[in-house]
């Protein structure tokens, strides 16, 4: 069995839980850690979990909403980190005492039961990287933090019987925002993050009869509202506003079974 659930999810931080069981043998995957150690110890509190039941942690990418913590993590709880060369080396090139394992596009990636499979999205950093994960019968899609969607991103997410997908921004809140004008450009850039209606395409897209959970995540709290999030989402995967799932910045999600 597959599950997931968002630890919390926003330009503030961002954390992933992907837990598979089979056999009687259970491994979790955390993808991302951006928040400090405390807090994080926390959120996973508020998940049933403690730090020391994750087996690996793998970071999308260099910046602090998602990095975060990493370091104090893997050395406290002696837990492996993946990240790619470039996250890496964007970051400083930290000794993780041995627990650093890099990772690439299309590189086949095992934590225990699980089966990971990043791969490349266009956005302001160095080499990121997001994921498809799979217990080997269910498979989820991990796709935030990218300016724009490109054929290979859709090509490793087909068939995915869960999304967790970037609404990042509403284009009229961010261009009517305070925000200065070279972070507006920045954040609706190609290299920047998803708005709601790319982010609906591409949900559009993906849509199959057996596409069971879309997690909206990273919702600009500035430039968005989960309200605008949800109507898109009923429009482009059909169903009622009120049962389309959007990730919060404190709380996350619940758990969602595949
Ligand atoms: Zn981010
Ligand atoms: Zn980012």
């Known amino acids: 069995m597959l599950r997931f659930r ?7 931080g961002n954390a992933t839980l ?6 009687g043998r259970t491994s979790r995957l955390l993808i991302d850690c951006g928040f400090g150690i405390r807090e994080l110890d926390k959120r996973l509190a508020r998940a049933g979990l403690a730090a020391s039941d994750i087996d690996a942690v793998f970071i999308t990418h260099e910046h602090g909403d998602h990095i975060g913590c990493a370091r104090n993590l893997s050395k406290r709880d002696r837990i492996p980190v993946w990240m790619s060369e470039g996250t890496w080396l964007a970051n400083g090139g930290h000794d993780y005492e041995g627990r650093l394992r890099l990772a690439r596009d299309g590189m086949a990636i095992d934590v225990g039961e699980l089966q990971v499979r990043p791969f490349t999205v ?10 498809r994960c799979s217990d080997g019968n269910r498979t989820l899609g991990v796709l935030t933090d990218l300016g724009h969607v490109t054929p290979h991103v859709i090509g490793q997410l087909q068939k995915v019987d869960a ?4 609404f990042n921004h509403d284009v009229d809140l961010l261009a009517a925002s305070a925000y200065p004008p070279f972070l507006k450009l920045r954040v609706g850039g190609n290299y920047g993050h998803l708005s709601n209606s790319a982010a609906a ?3 559009r897209t993906l849509l199959h009869d057996g596409l069971r959970h879309v997690l909206a995540a990273h919702l600009s709290e500035q430039n968005n509202r989960p309200d605008i999030v949800r109507r898109l989402m009923a429009e482009a995967l059909g169903g009622a506003e009120r049962d389309m799932l959007t990730a919060d910045a404190a709380e996350g999600s619940a758990w969602l079974d595949l």
Do not use: W
């Open 18 to 23: 992907v837990e598979a069981r089979s056999e």
């Open 6 to 12: 968002s630890l919390g999810s926003g330009s503030t």
């Open 163 to 166: 999304l967790l997908l970037e």
């Open 201 to 203: 395409e591409i949900a």
């Open 122 to 131: 266009p956005h302001d950093a160095r080499e990121p990287l997001q994921l």
